[in-house]
Structures are given as structure tokens and as C-alpha cells.
């Protein structure tokens, strides 16, 4: 386990963070909101509770996608900003992947909504990504997973309904990730969105 003090967000749906200091996590969310309004007090009152500063972590870590176009570049420019300013390095979290953590078996299929009737998907085999994030319709989702029988499902929240699986990310989740993917450091720069579908101004005839 890591004894690196850190702040870790996920927007890719709202707004989720955990901090760790010492031996003791804070951890808040809002599922409905996103955006700067939400994150920034988020992190304040973190810090608060915990009576310590930005500058008395050692690493930041961002979920980079696929999700939310806007939550995405919010969050990812506030981590960015906050690594820059204090010179300190951060890690990166796929959100299918941070996702496959509400599941305790070896080898998970992750499904994430995309609205419109089409979703996010991945496929994991232990540590090892065997599919890469991408988009498909709810409907070949469907027939991906049935085609792969020995996989586990996990969902989001908003997919609880159409797949069996287990379901959502919490505090949990986000500390395994962090645990996990604490020692994957990479600089600020190199800290980029995971866009694995066009944004609606973007999509032509026939893109999911």
C-alpha cells in the first residue's frame, strides 16, 4: 500500500474526490454536478477536513475518460494547473478501468452510458487490458458481453438497469484505482482526456 499523500478526481460523471493524508481517506461526490462550481469547493472542504494544504501532498491523480466532454477538460486542467504550480507529478486512471474495481472477479467487461442509446466499453483480464475503451451501441454491447461468458459486468449507475452486474464507484473504487495506478507517475503534460467518441458538433451521418 502506498504511503504517498494524494488528491484524487474523477469527472468523467459528475464529480468525485478522495484525498489521503496520513493514514486517513476524505472522500466527497456529487453525481448530478460537474464543473468548476462543484469541483473547487469539493477539494477545499477536503482540505479542510483533513487540516492540510496542496502543498502538503506528494501527487495528484485524474481520471482521463472517456466521459463527460466538459467534466473531462475541467478536471484535467485543474490537476494539470495544480501539478504545474507545485511541481508535482500525477497518474492517470482509464474510467472503464476505475469502473471494473465495484467487481471482484479477475476478468471484467466495463460498460459506461454514453447517452443516445450508446455506451463506453472495455475489457479486462486482471491488470492487463484486453479491449481498449470504445463506443458501440447499447445493442452490440449486448452481444459483446453474451459473446464472452467467463467475463464479469460492471456498470455505471445509469446502465444498473440493462446489464447484470455490479454496480457504480464510490470511495471504494477510487481507492483501488489510486493504489493501483499511484506508481504509473507522469508529468502534468503528458496528462491528456481519453476521447474515444467525436463531441456532438463533431458527429457526422453513421458515428456513434
Known amino acids: 500500500m502506498t504511503s ?3 488528491l484524487f478526481i474523477d469527472t468523467a460523471e459528475g464529480t468525485r474526490a478522495l484525498l489521503r493524508y496520513g493514514n486517513s481517506y476524505y472522500y466527497d461526490e456529487n453525481l448530478k454536478n460537474a464543473g468548476s462550481e462543484t ?12 487540516g492540510v494544504n496542496l502543498a502538503d501532498l506528494d501527487i495528484f491523480g485524474a481520471c482521463i475518460g472517456p466521459g463527460s466532454f466538459t467534466g473531462l477538460r475541467i478536471g484535467l486542467t485543474t490537476i494539470k494547473t495544480f501539478c504545474y504550480t507545485l511541481g508535482l507529478p500525477c497518474f492517470a486512471v ?45 445493442e452490440d454491447a449486448q452481444s459483446f ?31 483501488i484505482a489510486a493504489e493501483k495506478h499511484i506508481n ?25
Open 4 to 6: 504517498k499523500n494524494y
Open 39 to 50: 469541483l473547487m469547493p469539493m477539494i477545499d472542504g477536503l482540505l479542510n477536513k483533513a
Open 94 to 138: 482509464n474510467n472503464l478501468r476505475l469502473n471494473s474495481y465495484n467487481n471482484n472477479s479477475g476478468k471484467v467487461i466495463s460498460v459506461a452510458d454514453a447517452g443516445n442509446k450508446v455506451c463506453y466499453i472495455a475489457r479486462f483480464d486482471g491488470e492487463a487490458e484486453v479491449d481498449g475503451a470504445t463506443c458501440m451501441t447499447l
Open 145 to 175: 458481453i453474451k459473446s464472452h461468458p467467463d467475463y464479469a459486468v460492471s456498470t455505471d449507475s445509469k446502465l444498473a438497469g440493462l446489464f447484470s452486474g455490479t454496480v457504480g464507484i464510490g470511495e471504494r473504487e477510487m481507492r
Open 184 to 208: 504509473n507517475v507522469v508529468d502534468q503534460k503528458d496528462l491528456l482526456p481519453l476521447y474515444v467518441r467525436k463531441a456532438q458538433p463533431e458527429r457526422k451521418e453513421g458515428d456513434l
